[in-house]
């Protein structure tokens, strides 16, 4: 199965400050019709996850654009541009290139 | 408006079987996979598997294909995953999702 290994597992942030989280594959994501499904989770405390960016990048609708999502091959990022006190929780991505689909540990991301 | 309304909380004995459904509703159920997530208390994602509620193929996590069991009914748009043979390490929150939209999770509690 596909590995993905993702840093900090804590990040601690002030409000508007930017912040990336790091997302790492055991193997290449890119599908072989040329997608690379690799996406990113938003799980605030007590709710369900949410869809951010899928595709890498693309911001999914609704999704404020201080989010945006970067990377290829094996090596992801997620970053968020001026963090607010909403964006509270635990990131987490995913892959869908590989069955079965795998997530990552997921990021907490909690204020400073 | 997209909407996943998963079942109610469950409170089942050890040995015995559960199923838990997903209506969808906002969308045409069988153009998206339906995927199946489990969530232990203060863990991460795991992914169970899918189904393809056009035909209902489904692919299945190692760990889950004696354990889980997805099908679907294109007449009502619900999704349905029955659990067999519940120990403690199966409770959890489970989740239905389309990946983009996510139900509100159903808490599985295994308990004599």
């Known amino acids: 199965d596909v590995v993905l290994t993702q840093t900090p597992p804590t990040l601690s942030a002030t409000i508007g400050q930017s912040v990336s989280i790091s997302c790492r594959s055991s193997?290449?994501?890119?599908?072989?019709?040329?997608?690379?499904?690799l996406h990113w989770l938003l799980q605030r405390p007590g709710q369900s996850p949410q869809l951010l960016i899928y595709l890498v990048s693309r911001l999914e609708s609704g999704v404020p654009n201080r989010f945006s999502g970067s990377g290829s091959g094996t090596d992801f990022t997620l970053k968020i541009s001026g963090v607010e006190a909403e964006d509270l929780g635990v990131y987490y991505c995913v892959q869908g290139t590989h069955a079965p689909y795998t997530f990552g540990a997921g990021t907490k991301l909690e204020l400073k | 408006e997209v909407l996943l309304q998963q079942s109610g909380a469950e409170l089942v004995r050890p040995g015995s079987s559960v199923k838990i459904s997903c209506k969808a509703s906002?969308?045409?159920?069988?153009?998206?996979?339906m995927h199946w997530v489990k969530q232990r208390p203060e863990q991460g994602l795991v992914w169970i598997g899918r189904i393809n509620p056009a035909n209902g193929n489904t692919v299945y996590a190692e760990k889950f294909k004696s354990k889980a069991t997805l099908t679907a009914d294109k007449s009502s748009n619900t999704a349905y995953m029955q659990l067999s043979s519940l120990t403690s390490e199966d409770t959890a929150t489970y989740f239905c999702t389309s990946l983009g939209y996510w139900g509100q999770g159903v808490m599985v509690t295994v308990s004599s």
């Open positions: 193997q290449s994501l890119l599908h072989s019709n040329g997608n690379t499904y």
């Open positions: 906002g969308y045409t159920f069988t153009d998206y996979y």
